[in-house]
């Protein structure tokens, strides 16, 4: 299959793309720069270059593939909002091209703030604006509807492995600034946690069998409680672990106060039974402890 996907170059992206050369498949990678483009053809990945703003290069990339992977996403916090209507214009545009044809468009969503305190199932619908601005999987889903195998894969908020620059690392880097590790209130709310390598799997598995409309979970771990996180970060970096509570979790966490404190169980029965998902790689705090989160950058 020829398989057109972007973020190709990226943490999650470029792990897909490998997975699918692996078992097989053709890719074509969008990259954006030169060096993007170079470590993309050195895995003998086809180079589409352009950006998520090239819609032109996108639709035509999609008319002329088997398939579509879209994980690429701009993590612009500074404005969210701009971000998440640029994704909803580039699954248009893939959408629209592909209407008819029945061939597969996964796309990256996430577990996270679709429903808290409660373990999220597959089932669950995602929620719409204004609840939560990305409408990476909502759009998506309209095509499916319009003969196009849309699906989407909602990864656990701590995907982790070599090379990470999300989550995690970010507390690590408060951890340093601050000279302690901290964790909200108890610290007894979960996240689900998926190893890069094996939610690249599951894209895979999407795009070859997904039908139209199916929501998968990228989640390895149910929920990994954040004290356990903060203390294999305390431990890393040979720093006291403390807990914060009220006007003490903004003045620590900043503007990753709210993500900090979610409480996301996830469970990913139906995606394992259905698709034959098993991931392998090592969870999440094992992958704190020995993947060089704590080396200095």
């Not at 993309?40 to 290069?57: P, Q």
């Not at 719409?128 to 889903?141: C, D, G, W």
């Amino acid at each position: 299959m020829r398989v057109f996907v972007t973020g190709a170059t990226g943490f999650i992206g470029s792990a897909v793309v490998r997975d699918l050369l692996d078992a097989g498949h053709q890719v074509v990678g969008l990259a954006r720069s030169d060096e993007g483009a170079a470590s993309l053809a050195a895995t003998g990945a086809e180079v589409r270059r352009g950006t998520l703003h090239d819609l032109d290069v996108l639709r035509s990339e999609a008319d002329a593939a088997d398939g579509v992977i879209h994980t690429a996403f701009i993590h612009d916090f500074a404005d969210f909002d701009a971000s998440c209507e640029t994704d909803r214009l580039v699954i248009e545009a893939f959408g629209e091209t592909m209407a008819g044809s029945d061939k597969p468009l996964v796309v990256a969503a996430g577990t996270a703030l679709i429903r808290d305190h409660v373990l999220l199932t597959e089932d669950v619908p995602a929620p719409i604006p204004p609840l939560y601005p990305r409408v990476s999987e909502q759009t998506a889903m309209i095509f499916a509807h319009q003969g196009v195998r849309a699906s989407a894969v909602r990864i656990a908020p701590s995907a982790h492995g070599e090379g990470d620059k999300g989550f995690v690392p970010l507390l690590i880097g408060l951890a340093r600034e601050k000279g302690y590790a901290a964790y909200p209130g108890d610290g007894r709310n979960v996240w689900p946690a998926v190893h890069r390598l094996d939610a690249a799997r599951l894209f895979r598995l999407a795009l070859e069998s997904a039908p139209a409309g199916s929501s998968l979970h990228a989640a390895a771990e149910q929920g990994v409680e954040v004290r356990r996180i903060a203390e294999a970060i305390g431990a890393g970096l040979n720093v006291p672990v403390k807990s914060v509570a009220g006007d003490e979790i903004p003045a620590y966490f900043g503007g990753f106060a709210g993500f900090a404190q979610i409480d996301n169980p996830t469970s990913s029965t139906v995606t394992r039974e259905r698709y034959g998902w098993d991931p392998r790689q090592p969870g999440l705090v094992e992958d704190i402890e020995r993947a060089g989160y704590f080396a200095q950058k």
